[in-house]
């Protein structure tokens, strides 16, 4: 079954940068969409960003669009998010996700999550 591990995360100040990861293991990402989503505490979780298996489709929150960049690596099974000038707002948890199919959406395989905390 497929597993997935994020790391990246850390605390940074606004401004600040961070690349998150998101490997797998136990089988390939290459033909799934991955999704990153974010938990804020007392909140619901909400999606972020998604990339299609061949990378060529991506979609991303209005709050995070110029910011931040989606991409993958499939021979590395990996997905990656690079989140540029933070700000406090995208303090959460961050959860990778593994669609069974090519396209975004239909999440089946969900990370533990990595914890990134954007203070002064």
């Known amino acids: 079954q497929l597993q997935l591990v994020e790391s990246g995360g850390g605390l940074v100040q606004p401004g600040g940068s961070l690349r998150l990861s998101c490997t797998a293991s136990?089988?390939?990402?290459?033909?799934?969409?991955v999704g990153w989503f974010r938990q804020a505490p007392g909140k619901e979780r909400e999606g972020v960003s998604c990339?299609?298996?061949?990378?060529?489709?991506?979609n991303y929150q209005d709050s995070v669009k110029g910011r931040s960049t989606i991409s993958r690596d499939n021979a590395k099974n990996t997905v990656y998010l690079q989140m540029n000038n933070l700000e406090p707002e995208d303090t959460g948890v961050y959860y990778c996700?593994?669609?069974?199919?090519?396209?975004?959406?239909?999440?089946?395989?969900w990370g533990q999550g990595t914890q990134v905390i954007v203070s002064s």
């Open positions: 990339i299609s298996r061949n990378g060529k489709i991506t």
């Open positions: 996700a593994a669609a069974e199919v090519g396209y975004c959406g239909n999440y089946a395989y």
């Open positions: 136990g089988g390939t990402l290459s033909y799934s969409a």
